[in-house]
């Protein structure tokens, strides 16, 4: 009989189950764990965002690049009719800035850009489904608020009725300037060159050699492209 209680008092020490204490312990040593997973998995997910921002942003500016090349590698040697009915505009040129832009022609982020700061006549405008118009196209680029917008028209000589169709290329920056390479050799922030006998044909069908894009952006800073004019 005491044999049999002794292995009855075992048995029953062996399904007692677990203190108070073990289930507290149990229970924190979960938490912890809970939290370190759920601390990785949530950096994870940040760290996920943050790249895909940072693509999205590459993205758009090599997009913007690819279109500014387009623009400028093919720029064609065509002037167009002045909006107003009085004479012509060259095929590429600087229009001034607004009033919150600096010496060199670039505006800061928080300035909105009245005029352009180039415009130009470019080739090469694909007609996929055979619109009547020409393979020209008049292109111009405005610094707006910290994002740079290109605008081109339906038509090549637009008189003041025709308004652009607008598209932001590239946004978060800080200031955007375009430089101009001579035959001289000398890089200018004004084209065309201010020169005697103005107005004339040659003058007005003048294109750099070159054209330098500055842009400074939020993200990584002045980025500088240089784009070579075919002769």
Same mark, same amino acid.
């Given at each position: 009989?005491?044999?049999?209680?002794?292995?009855?008092?075992?048995?029953?020490?062996?399904?007692?189950?677990?203190?108070?204490?073990?289930?507290?312990?149990?229970?924190?040593? !979960?938490?912890?764990?809970? !939290?370190?997973?759920?601390?990785?998995?949530?950096?994870?997910?940040?760290?996920?965002?943050?790249?895909?921002?940072?693509?999205? %942003?590459?993205?758009?500016?090599?997009?913007?690049?690819?279109?500014?090349? $387009?623009?400028?590698?093919?720029?064609?040697?065509?002037?167009? +009719?002045?909006?107003?009915?009085?004479?012509?505009?060259?095929?590429?040129?600087?229009?001034?800035?607004?009033?919150?832009?600096?010496?060199?022609?670039? /505006?800061?982020?928080?300035?909105?850009?009245? $005029?352009?700061?180039?415009?130009?006549?470019?080739?090469?405008?694909?007609?996929?489904?055979?619109?009547?118009?020409? %393979?020209?196209?008049?292109?111009?680029?405005?610094?707006?608020?910290?994002?740079?917008? +290109?605008?081109?028209?339906?038509?090549?000589?637009?008189?003041?009725?025709? /308004?652009?169709?607008?598209?932001?290329?590239?946004?978060?920056?800080?200031?955007?300037?375009?430089?101009?390479?001579?035959?001289?050799?000398?890089?200018?922030?004004?084209?065309?060159?201010?020169?005697?006998? !103005? $107005?004339?044909? !040659?003058?007005?069908?003048?294109?750099?050699?070159?054209?330098?894009?500055?842009?400074?952006?939020?993200?990584?800073?002045?980025?500088?492209?240089?784009?070579?004019?075919?002769?």
């Amino acid at each position: 009989m005491i044999g049999a209680a002794s292995h009855c008092g075992h048995a029953a020490r062996r399904t007692r189950g677990f203190t108070l204490i073990e289930m507290l312990v149990a229970v924190f040593i !979960a938490v912890i764990m809970f !939290a370190i997973g759920y601390g990785a998995i949530n950096q994870a997910l940040e760290s996920r965002g943050a790249i895909r921002a940072d693509q999205r %942003q590459l993205l758009a500016l090599q997009t913007a690049m690819l279109v500014m090349e $387009q623009d400028f590698v093919q720029l064609a040697p065509r002037p167009i +009719r002045s909006p107003e009915g009085q004479g012509w505009l060259p095929a590429i040129m600087t229009t001034g800035a607004s009033a919150s832009s600096d010496a060199s022609g670039s /505006l800061d982020a928080s300035g909105t850009g009245s $005029q352009p700061l180039v415009m130009l006549t470019r080739g090469g405008w694909s007609n996929p489904i055979g619109v009547q118009r020409p %393979q020209l196209e008049r292109v111009a680029y405005v610094f707006d608020k910290g994002t740079l917008v +290109r605008e081109h028209w339906n038509v090549l000589d637009p008189t003041l009725s025709d /308004l652009p169709v607008k598209r932001n290329l590239l946004k978060h920056l800080r200031s955007v300037r375009f430089l101009y390479l001579n035959y001289s050799r000398q890089w200018v922030t004004q084209w065309p060159p201010t020169v005697a006998g !103005a $107005q004339t044909g !040659a003058y007005l069908r003048e294109r750099p050699v070159a054209v330098e894009v500055v842009l400074d952006t939020k993200a990584w800073g002045k980025i500088v492209r240089i784009f070579e004019i075919a002769g």
